[in-house]
Protein backbone atom coordinates (compact mmCIF):
# COMPACT_ATOMS: atom_id res chain seq x y z
CA UNK A 1 0.00 0.00 0.00
CA UNK A 2 0.75 3.73 -0.93
CA UNK A 3 2.78 5.52 1.92
CA UNK A 4 1.43 8.85 2.59
CA UNK A 5 3.66 11.43 1.42
CA UNK A 6 5.03 13.75 3.83
CA UNK A 7 4.43 17.07 2.08
CA UNK A 8 0.70 16.17 2.66
CA UNK A 9 1.13 15.20 6.46
CA UNK A 10 2.50 18.65 6.85
CA UNK A 11 -0.20 19.95 4.53
CA UNK A 12 -2.50 18.69 7.47
CA UNK A 13 -0.98 19.85 9.84
CA UNK A 14 -0.57 23.59 8.56
CA UNK A 15 -4.31 23.64 7.62
CA UNK A 16 -5.43 23.18 11.09
CA UNK A 17 -3.11 25.24 12.31
CA UNK A 18 -4.32 27.88 9.85
CA UNK A 19 -7.73 27.92 10.31
CA UNK A 20 -7.45 28.12 14.10
CA UNK A 21 -5.49 30.78 13.22
CA UNK A 22 -8.22 32.19 11.23
CA UNK A 23 -10.83 31.76 13.05
CA UNK A 24 -9.00 33.63 15.67
CA UNK A 25 -8.49 36.62 13.47
CA UNK A 26 -12.10 36.59 12.45
CA UNK A 27 -13.26 36.12 16.31
CA UNK A 28 -11.05 38.47 17.65
CA UNK A 29 -9.23 40.37 15.47
CA UNK A 30 -11.87 41.90 12.97
CA UNK A 31 -13.67 44.71 14.41
CA UNK A 32 -17.57 43.95 15.42
CA UNK A 33 -19.46 45.51 12.13
CA UNK A 34 -21.61 48.29 13.23
CA UNK A 35 -25.10 47.56 12.25
CA UNK A 36 -25.09 43.27 11.55
CA UNK A 37 -23.00 42.60 14.87
CA UNK A 38 -21.54 39.37 15.16
CA UNK A 39 -23.06 37.29 12.30
CA UNK A 40 -20.92 39.73 10.11
CA UNK A 41 -17.62 37.35 11.04
CA UNK A 42 -19.26 34.52 9.27
CA UNK A 43 -18.83 36.02 6.01
CA UNK A 44 -15.40 35.53 6.11
CA UNK A 45 -15.61 31.99 5.92
CA UNK A 46 -18.72 32.15 3.99
CA UNK A 47 -16.90 33.92 0.78
CA UNK A 48 -13.81 31.54 1.23
CA UNK A 49 -16.02 28.47 0.94
CA UNK A 50 -17.98 29.96 -1.94
CA UNK A 51 -14.29 30.23 -3.80
CA UNK A 52 -13.30 26.92 -3.02
CA UNK A 53 -16.53 25.63 -4.29
CA UNK A 54 -16.29 27.30 -7.67
CA UNK A 55 -12.42 26.30 -7.94
CA UNK A 56 -13.28 22.44 -7.24
CA UNK A 57 -15.85 22.76 -9.88
CA UNK A 58 -13.17 24.23 -12.43
CA UNK A 59 -10.94 21.74 -11.74
CA UNK A 60 -13.53 19.30 -12.74
CA UNK A 61 -13.82 20.98 -16.49
CA UNK A 62 -10.09 21.09 -16.20
CA UNK A 63 -9.72 18.01 -15.50
CA UNK A 64 -12.94 17.31 -17.97
CA UNK A 65 -10.86 18.26 -20.82
CA UNK A 66 -7.87 16.63 -19.81
CA UNK A 67 -9.58 13.31 -19.83
CA UNK A 68 -11.17 13.29 -23.51
CA UNK A 69 -7.81 14.61 -24.72
CA UNK A 70 -5.93 11.58 -23.17
CA UNK A 71 -8.41 9.08 -22.26
CA UNK A 72 -6.44 8.83 -19.14
CA UNK A 73 -8.25 7.34 -16.13
CA UNK A 74 -6.51 9.39 -13.85
CA UNK A 75 -8.28 12.69 -15.10
CA UNK A 76 -11.38 11.04 -13.93
CA UNK A 77 -10.24 11.05 -10.55
CA UNK A 78 -9.39 13.72 -10.16
CA UNK A 79 -12.40 15.52 -11.91
CA UNK A 80 -14.56 13.76 -9.50
CA UNK A 81 -12.56 14.62 -6.51
CA UNK A 82 -13.13 18.36 -7.67
CA UNK A 83 -16.83 18.08 -7.41
CA UNK A 84 -16.61 15.93 -4.54
CA UNK A 85 -14.34 18.94 -2.88
CA UNK A 86 -16.52 21.98 -4.43
CA UNK A 87 -19.95 20.47 -3.51
CA UNK A 88 -18.64 19.95 0.61
CA UNK A 89 -17.47 23.65 0.14
CA UNK A 90 -20.74 25.28 -1.85
CA UNK A 91 -22.65 23.68 1.29
CA UNK A 92 -20.86 25.03 3.57
CA UNK A 93 -21.29 28.28 1.58
CA UNK A 94 -25.28 27.86 0.72
CA UNK A 95 -26.16 26.80 4.85
CA UNK A 96 -23.60 29.89 5.88
CA UNK A 97 -25.23 31.85 4.20
CA UNK A 98 -29.14 31.67 4.99
CA UNK A 99 -27.92 31.30 9.11
CA UNK A 100 -26.53 34.97 7.93
CA UNK A 101 -29.87 35.89 6.19
CA UNK A 102 -31.85 35.10 9.09
CA UNK A 103 -31.33 38.09 11.36
CA UNK A 104 -30.07 40.25 8.55
CA UNK A 105 -32.77 39.56 5.85
CA UNK A 106 -35.65 37.93 8.76
CA UNK A 107 -35.51 35.08 6.56
CA UNK A 108 -33.91 31.94 6.30
CA UNK A 109 -34.57 31.78 2.43
CA UNK A 110 -35.49 33.96 -0.01
CA UNK A 111 -35.94 33.18 -4.09
CA UNK A 112 -33.19 35.81 -4.74
CA UNK A 113 -31.33 35.37 -8.27
CA UNK A 114 -28.17 34.83 -5.97
CA UNK A 115 -29.49 32.08 -4.25
CA UNK A 116 -31.45 30.77 -6.87
CA UNK A 117 -28.43 29.61 -9.25
CA UNK A 118 -26.41 28.96 -6.27
CA UNK A 119 -28.53 26.42 -5.88
CA UNK A 120 -29.46 25.21 -9.11
CA UNK A 121 -25.10 25.03 -9.22
CA UNK A 122 -25.15 22.65 -6.19
CA UNK A 123 -27.97 20.32 -7.52
CA UNK A 124 -26.39 20.35 -10.78
CA UNK A 125 -23.07 18.78 -8.91
CA UNK A 126 -25.15 16.04 -7.02
CA UNK A 127 -26.71 14.92 -10.17
CA UNK A 128 -22.94 14.35 -11.59
CA UNK A 129 -22.58 12.04 -8.56
CA UNK A 130 -25.64 10.54 -8.26
CA UNK A 131 -26.03 9.77 -12.14
CA UNK A 132 -22.19 8.84 -12.19
CA UNK A 133 -22.96 5.96 -10.04
CA UNK A 134 -25.49 4.48 -12.72
CA UNK A 135 -23.35 3.97 -15.73
CA UNK A 136 -21.17 0.55 -14.94
CA UNK A 137 -18.73 0.53 -17.55
CA UNK A 138 -15.49 2.79 -16.04
CA UNK A 139 -14.89 4.16 -19.29
CA UNK A 140 -18.57 5.29 -20.33
CA UNK A 141 -18.39 6.71 -16.53
CA UNK A 142 -15.50 8.63 -17.37
CA UNK A 143 -16.34 10.26 -20.77
CA UNK A 144 -19.85 11.11 -18.95
CA UNK A 145 -18.34 12.84 -16.05
CA UNK A 146 -15.91 14.43 -18.64
CA UNK A 147 -18.91 16.03 -20.43
CA UNK A 148 -21.05 16.45 -18.07
CA UNK A 149 -18.80 18.89 -15.35
CA UNK A 150 -17.57 20.68 -18.71
CA UNK A 151 -21.56 21.36 -19.65
CA UNK A 152 -22.60 22.21 -15.99
CA UNK A 153 -20.07 24.61 -15.26
CA UNK A 154 -22.29 27.07 -16.86
CA UNK A 155 -23.89 27.44 -12.94
CA UNK A 156 -20.86 28.04 -12.02
CA UNK A 157 -20.35 31.79 -13.31
CA UNK A 158 -23.91 32.40 -13.56
CA UNK A 159 -23.88 32.11 -10.19
CA UNK A 160 -20.80 34.21 -9.46
CA UNK A 161 -22.35 37.10 -11.95
CA UNK A 162 -26.03 36.86 -10.42
CA UNK A 163 -25.57 39.52 -8.09
CA UNK A 164 -24.35 42.19 -10.97
CA UNK A 165 -26.81 40.70 -13.90
CA UNK A 166 -29.96 40.28 -11.88
CA UNK A 167 -31.88 42.52 -9.81
CA UNK A 168 -31.33 41.05 -6.04
CA UNK A 169 -30.63 41.66 -2.34
CA UNK A 170 -27.80 39.95 -2.32
CA UNK A 171 -24.57 41.99 -1.31
CA UNK A 172 -22.30 42.44 -3.86
CA UNK A 173 -18.15 42.85 -2.52
CA UNK A 174 -16.42 42.86 -5.90
CA UNK A 175 -17.81 45.42 -8.08
CA UNK A 176 -20.61 47.02 -7.95
CA UNK A 177 -23.88 45.69 -6.88
CA UNK A 178 -27.53 46.75 -6.53
CA UNK A 179 -28.27 49.65 -4.64
CA UNK A 180 -31.25 47.65 -2.95
CA UNK A 181 -28.84 44.86 -1.76
CA UNK A 182 -29.61 44.26 2.45
CA UNK A 183 -26.34 43.42 4.66
CA UNK A 184 -23.69 45.43 2.63
CA UNK A 185 -20.94 46.69 4.49
CA UNK A 186 -17.86 48.47 3.66
CA UNK A 187 -14.78 46.73 5.11
CA UNK A 188 -12.06 48.23 7.51
CA UNK A 189 -7.99 47.11 6.44
CA UNK A 190 -8.54 44.89 9.31
CA UNK A 191 -11.86 43.34 8.07
CA UNK A 192 -9.94 42.81 4.78
CA UNK A 193 -7.03 40.96 5.73
CA UNK A 194 -8.95 38.29 7.91
CA UNK A 195 -10.98 38.58 4.64
CA UNK A 196 -8.04 37.55 1.97
CA UNK A 197 -6.30 35.75 4.81
CA UNK A 198 -9.31 33.55 5.36
CA UNK A 199 -9.19 33.05 1.17
CA UNK A 200 -5.30 31.93 1.51
CA UNK A 201 -6.57 28.98 4.22
CA UNK A 202 -9.78 27.98 2.93
CA UNK A 203 -7.63 27.32 -0.22
CA UNK A 204 -4.98 25.61 1.47
CA UNK A 205 -7.70 23.51 3.47
CA UNK A 206 -8.84 22.66 -0.34
CA UNK A 207 -6.02 21.68 -1.60
CA UNK A 208 -5.68 19.10 1.28
CA UNK A 209 -8.50 17.62 1.31
CA UNK A 210 -8.37 17.37 -2.78
CA UNK A 211 -5.48 15.17 -2.26
CA UNK A 212 -6.64 13.39 0.03
CA UNK A 213 -9.51 12.60 -2.54
CA UNK A 214 -7.39 11.97 -5.05
CA UNK A 215 -5.82 9.46 -3.04
CA UNK A 216 -8.43 7.42 -2.30
CA UNK A 217 -9.85 7.58 -5.75
CA UNK A 218 -6.27 6.01 -6.97
CA UNK A 219 -6.67 3.25 -4.03
CA UNK A 220 -10.62 3.05 -5.38
CA UNK A 221 -9.21 2.08 -8.80
CA UNK A 222 -6.31 -0.41 -7.54
CA UNK A 223 -8.96 -2.19 -5.86
CA UNK A 224 -11.24 -2.41 -9.36
CA UNK A 225 -8.16 -3.34 -10.95
CA UNK A 226 -7.39 -6.18 -8.53
CA UNK A 227 -10.91 -7.30 -8.44
CA UNK A 228 -10.98 -7.75 -12.23
CA UNK A 229 -7.38 -9.51 -12.36
CA UNK A 230 -8.84 -11.95 -9.71
CA UNK A 231 -12.23 -12.87 -11.21
CA UNK A 232 -10.83 -13.14 -14.91
CA UNK B 1 -34.24 45.68 11.11
CA UNK B 2 -31.57 48.55 10.86
CA UNK B 3 -34.19 51.56 11.04
CA UNK B 4 -33.81 53.49 14.33
CA UNK B 5 -31.01 50.76 15.44
CA UNK B 6 -28.45 51.71 19.00
CA UNK B 7 -25.41 49.85 17.87
CA UNK B 8 -24.89 46.04 16.39
CA UNK B 9 -27.66 43.62 16.90
CA UNK B 10 -27.36 41.17 19.36
CA UNK B 11 -26.33 37.97 16.70
CA UNK B 12 -24.06 35.91 18.35
CA UNK B 13 -26.18 33.22 18.39
CA UNK B 14 -25.90 33.08 14.51
CA UNK B 15 -22.05 33.20 14.06
CA UNK B 16 -21.95 30.22 16.66
CA UNK B 17 -24.71 28.29 14.58
CA UNK B 18 -22.31 29.72 11.44
CA UNK B 19 -19.21 28.08 11.94
CA UNK B 20 -20.83 25.07 13.91
CA UNK B 21 -22.02 24.86 10.82
CA UNK B 22 -19.05 25.16 8.90
CA UNK B 23 -16.50 22.84 11.31
CA UNK B 24 -19.20 20.10 12.07
CA UNK B 25 -18.91 19.82 7.92
CA UNK B 26 -15.47 20.05 7.36
CA UNK B 27 -15.27 17.43 10.05
CA UNK B 28 -17.35 14.98 8.91
CA UNK B 29 -16.12 15.45 5.16
CA UNK B 30 -12.70 14.65 6.53
CA UNK B 31 -14.45 11.31 8.45
CA UNK B 32 -15.99 9.92 5.73
CA UNK B 33 -12.31 10.32 4.05
CA UNK B 34 -10.59 8.30 6.83
CA UNK B 35 -13.53 5.52 6.90
CA UNK B 36 -13.51 5.25 2.98
CA UNK B 37 -9.82 4.58 2.77
CA UNK B 38 -10.33 1.79 5.40
CA UNK B 39 -12.46 0.21 3.80
CA UNK B 40 -10.77 0.02 0.63
CA UNK B 41 -7.31 -0.63 2.83
CA UNK B 42 -9.26 -3.82 4.31
CA UNK B 43 -10.76 -4.41 0.57
CA UNK B 44 -6.80 -4.89 -0.54
CA UNK B 45 -6.20 -6.95 2.53
CA UNK B 46 -8.93 -9.66 1.66
CA UNK B 47 -7.70 -9.31 -2.05
CA UNK B 48 -3.74 -10.20 -1.21
CA UNK B 49 -5.88 -13.40 1.04
CA UNK B 50 -7.23 -14.83 -2.07
CA UNK B 51 -4.71 -14.11 -4.24
CA UNK B 52 -2.46 -16.35 -1.76
CA UNK B 53 -4.09 -19.26 -1.87
Redesign the interface.
Known amino acids: ?1 ERKPRLLTVLDVLSIVLLAVA ?1 WMALFWAP ?11 FY ?2 VA ?1 GWVGMMGFLLAVIAGIAYLRTGAGKWDIVGLSGVEIGL ?1 FA ?2 NI ?2 GS ?2 A ?3 W ?1 TWWTWDPRLVTATIMFLVYVAYLMLREGIDDPNRRARFGAIYAIVGFVSVPLTFLSIRIFRTIHPTLVGSGDPAALGAFDMTPNMRMVFFFSLFVFTV ?1 GID ?1 LW ?2 I ?2 GW ?2 D ?2 EQ ?2 FQ ?1 MS | MFFLQQGPAETTDYMILGLAVIFVTMLLHVISLRVRRRNLEKDIELLEELEGK
Not at chain 1, 34 to 39: D, H, I, S
Request: aromatic share 8%; charged share 20%; no cysteine.
Open positions: MTMEALMGNVQRVFHAVFIVTIWRPINILHRRLLKQVRKL
